[in-house]
């Protein structure tokens, strides 16, 4: 049997490696209770060296907070417009497609500006692109309206939800702040969530643009489950974990 420095040892490589473990699987694999691994979790929490979720160990607390699109402009810029040029790809000539908010998203719209030459219909509730796509002569933006959401500049509540029942698409893309297997796709306010599940009902195939830093992670919001999504789009920096993770719940991943 191992000892505790061995067992200790054995849960931080684990995180080192997939960025979470599960206590089941590791008492199954270590030969011991899950009393025994639920003990050990709490010790190294204890030294700050994971943080413990219900039923599961991580390597950070997963918990993201709302914050500015401006900001979130400047985090993985690299990996965002690789993942929008990816994203591109996706699109058909006379598609008519919904964009939600946020940085990735508004990385995509720059990428359709420079590279999508063909008629686009793009219903959106974040003025950030409808401002910037409303320059191109092939693509028709509809603008969502609503309360301004202060942070990441999209119309949010009542208004923009019932305005997205009169249209059917054939592609929503959006972002979000956290991917888990456990709780599922995220984002940092319930208002968003709920604007996002009703784009999912007006539209025929649901993709996400996330860059690799988003698996692991959890925002506020709830918007549905892992299974819920056709297609991620993401960059070449995700773990073997969460390529299982995806596969498992049988999303298509698209690596950029």
Do not use: W
């Not at 919904?98 to 990428?111: D, H, L, N, P, V």
């Not at 649901?206 to 918007?223: E, N, V």
């Amino acid at each position: 049997m191992l000892s505790v420095a061995e067992r200790h040892k054995y849960i931080l490589d684990h995180l080192n490696k997939y960025g979470f473990v599960r206590i089941t699987d590791v008492a199954n694999e270590l030969g011991v209770t899950k009393v025994t691994i639920r003990k050990d979790v709490k010790i190294l929490e204890a030294k700050g060296l994971l943080y413990k979720v219900h039923g599961s160990a991580r390597s950070a607390n997963p918990h993201v907070a709302d914050t500015d699109v401006h900001v979130k402009g400047n985090v993985n810029r690299e990996e965002k417009e690789r993942i929008a040029r990816k994203a591109v790809e996706l699109l058909n000539d006379n598609d008519s497609i919904i964009m939600a908010s946020g940085s990735t998203i508004y990385a995509f719209a720059e990428a359709i500006k420079r590279e999508f030459r063909s008629h686009l219909n793009v219903v959106t509730t974040f003025l950030k692109t409808s401002v910037l796509l409303n320059d191109v002569e092939e693509i028709n933006v509809v603008q969502l309206g609503g309360c301004v959401h202060k942070k990441s500049l999209s119309a949010i509540g009542g208004y923009a939800e019932a305005a997205l029942s009169d249209f059917s698409c054939s592609k929503l893309f959006f972002g979000v702040d956290g991917i888990d297997l456990e709780h599922g796709i995220t984002t940092s306010t319930i208002e968003e969530a709920k604007l996002t599940q009703v784009m999912m009902r007006s539209a025929s195939k649901i993709i996400i643009l996330a860059d690799s830093s988003k698996f692991g992670q959890r925002g506020f919001g709830r918007i549905c489950s892992l299974e819920e999504i056709d297609v991620i789009v993401t960059d070449s920096r995700i773990s073997e974990q969460a390529v299982a993770m995806a596969e498992e719940a049988g999303v298509d991943l698209v690596i950029a």
